[in-house]
């Protein structure tokens, strides 16, 4: 099985964005997909919450290594619409995204090259309100350790970029801390170091933060 990236960029949360082109109004929405079948079921909700519009265009690029990716024109002539708004998560070097663009026609044509730009502006805004964010990979870290070491372990996971996630306290305090993946063994060997080995520290499981 391959390794998860050491980072990734997506997006923070679910916003839209309007614009309007000669009468046509686009509303783009992007949102995070942590899977294929999340970004299908976004898509669906904005099937369902626009039903009145002309087309509900959309793309995505799911997986942490962008393993998934697929666009839908929604009837504007091929590759006039979904592909500009795939290429702009591409462009934006996003995975796990996703982008529904709506659009409800204004009564003018806007030819081929017009609807290439207009979904493409439309998307962009939309992942912009959304805010482009990059995930890190940390590892998961436990650390039991008598009270007398607590202020030089806390300063000590400060100082190598640890996020601290609880300080739990009874005959030990017992720290639960987020790692850099990549830093994990050094910090786990900074740590026994500073202790002498009094602490004990443990490694479980990764999560993206």
Known sequence: MD???ESFKTV???AEAVIIEKKSRFIATAAPAVSEESAQGFVASMRRKYRDAT???????AGTRGEYQ???????????????????IKREGLVNTVVNVTRYFGGTLLGASGLIRAYGRAARGG????????RVLYGRMSIEADYSLLRPLQRELAQNGCVTVETLYSHLVRINALVKLPDSARVVKRL????????AVQLDGTEYL
Request: glycine fraction near 12%; proline fraction near 8%; hydrophobic fraction near 40%.
């Open 12 to 14: 923070r949360g679910e």
């Open 70 to 88: 697929r666009a839908s024109d929604d009837g504007e002539p091929s590759g006039t619409a979904g592909l500009p708004v795939l290429e702009t």
């Open 55 to 61: 087309h509900n265009v959309y793309a995505y690029v």
């Open 3 to 5: 390794s998860l990236p």
């Open 127 to 134: 992942i912009l309100a959304a805010g482009p964010v990059e």
């Open 192 to 199: 026994m170091d500073i202790t002498n080995g009094a602490a």
